[in-house]
Structure formats: C-alpha cells, structure tokens
C-alpha cells in the first residue's frame, strides 16, 4: 500500500514538473499584485490638516501591494505634519487605504526668543501662520512656558476659572502665573495652593465690590491684594 502511495506521489510531482512553466507563473503573480495595489488613500475626521497635505506625504505607497503595507509605512512620512497627533489606518480590499486623523489643536500663541509660535494641546511649539481661525487665541509668555501651560490651563479648567476671559498668560521661574483678563484686570497667582488660589479668584471675579480693582493680588498664603 505504501509503496502504491509512494508511486503515485512520484508520478504528481513528475507531471507538476514536466509542466512548469516559470513565465507563466511569473505572469499569474504580476495579475495578483497589480489586484492589490493600493490606488486609493481615504482620509477622514481631519480638519486642521489639509488632505491635499496628507496624501502628498503618502504618494509613496501608491501602487504597491495592500498586503505588504504596514502602519509604519504610513506613519513615517506623515510625523512632521503639524498639529498630527496619531493616525488609525485601515485596509478597504483590495485596493483601498482609509487614515482616521487624530489632531492636537492650538490652544494659545507663544512669544519664546521673540519668535511667535502657536502652542498645540499637546505641548508642541508650530511657527505662528494668520489663520482667522485662531484670532480669539490668548498669548502666553515666560522662559519654559510652553512645558507647563498645558498643565495650568486644565487647572484652571477644573476650577471652574472662566478661560476664555483671559487675554494673556505670564510665567515666571518659581512656577506661578499671572493672568491679564480681556478688561486689563490681572490677577497675581501663588506658586503654591494653587487651585485654592484659583477657586478664591473665581470667586472675587464674581463680586461686585471687586469690579473696579484692576490688579488682584493671591500671592500671600491667606491674604487679598487689591489695587
């Protein structure tokens, strides 16, 4: 029986071989490939970053193969864009690419060695450009700002400060901030306590017998400044 079995597998791989015909094989596989490349990169949930922008970047992997494409790939050419913050990419069969964008956004404009940047949700320092869009943008200034403005502001943000009131941001070494207001009110903060600080400003801001100080003052622990 073994010995049937073993004449018969000899007898297949004879026929496979006395019929192979590399060319043609070749062919079948140039068939297959040109199935599969990719000619269409889709790119979605993108609204800073221009899609123009996007497929530029990515003209490289156009027509090759969708299977041989990996996340790096895409990933690699796209990581100087500004306000990119990471990609999700998925393969459509069997030639379709789709990117889902996911952006950081500007959340204030920075002044550092007298060059103006916009300073993104993730920290990241972007040469100013005029865009209409950020008009309402507050400016920030102080040596080393941009490390720790992110960190401030989601502060303020969870104390109930009314952000969108301030016009610009001070930083100074020791750690502690100053905010101008949009009526030129400034409001001197502690380097320590600060969401106390904070909570106790929310609150004189509402005060009407706070309306007419111009400068209020919260660096002594305990006490109120005012001028």
Do not use: C, H
Not at 37 to 49: A, F, G, K
Not at 83 to 96: A, M, Q, R, S
Request: aromatic share 12%; net charge positive; proline share 3%.
């Amino acid at each position: 029986m073994k010995k049937n079995f073993r004449i018969v597998l000899l007898f297949i791989v004879f026929i496979f071989i006395s019929t192979f015909n590399p060319n043609k094989f070749n062919l079948i596989l140039e068939k297959k490939n040109t199935y599969f490349e990719i000619e269409n990169i889709i790119i979605v949930n993108n609204s800073l970053i221009k899609t123009n922008e996007i497929k530029k970047k990515l003209d490289e992997i156009y027509n090759k193969n969708i299977f041989l494409i990996k996340k790096s790939d895409v990933e690699e050419p796209l990581k100087e864009i500004n306000f990119l913050k990471k990609i999700e990419v998925k393969k459509k069969y069997p030639n379709t690419v789709i990117i889902k964008i996911f952006e950081t956004r500007p959340v204030a404009i920075l002044i550092k060695d007298k060059v103006k940047y916009f300073l993104d949700s993730s920290s990241n320092l972007v040469i100013f450009q005029k865009n209409e869009n950020f008009n309402e943008l507050p400016t920030v200034f102080g040596k080393g700002s941009e490390n720790y403005f992110n960190n401030f502001l989601n502060k303020l943000k969870d104390n109930n400060f009314p952000d969108k009131k301030i016009k610009n941001y001070y930083y100074f070494k020791i750690g502690r901030w100053d905010l101008k207001l949009l009526n030129n009110k400034v409001i001197k903060l502690p380097d320590k306590n600060i969401d106390i600080a904070i909570k106790k400003s929310v609150e004189l801001l509402e005060r009407r017998d706070f309306e007419n100080y111009k400068i209020i003052d919260l660096r002594v622990d305990g006490k109120i400044i005012v001028e």
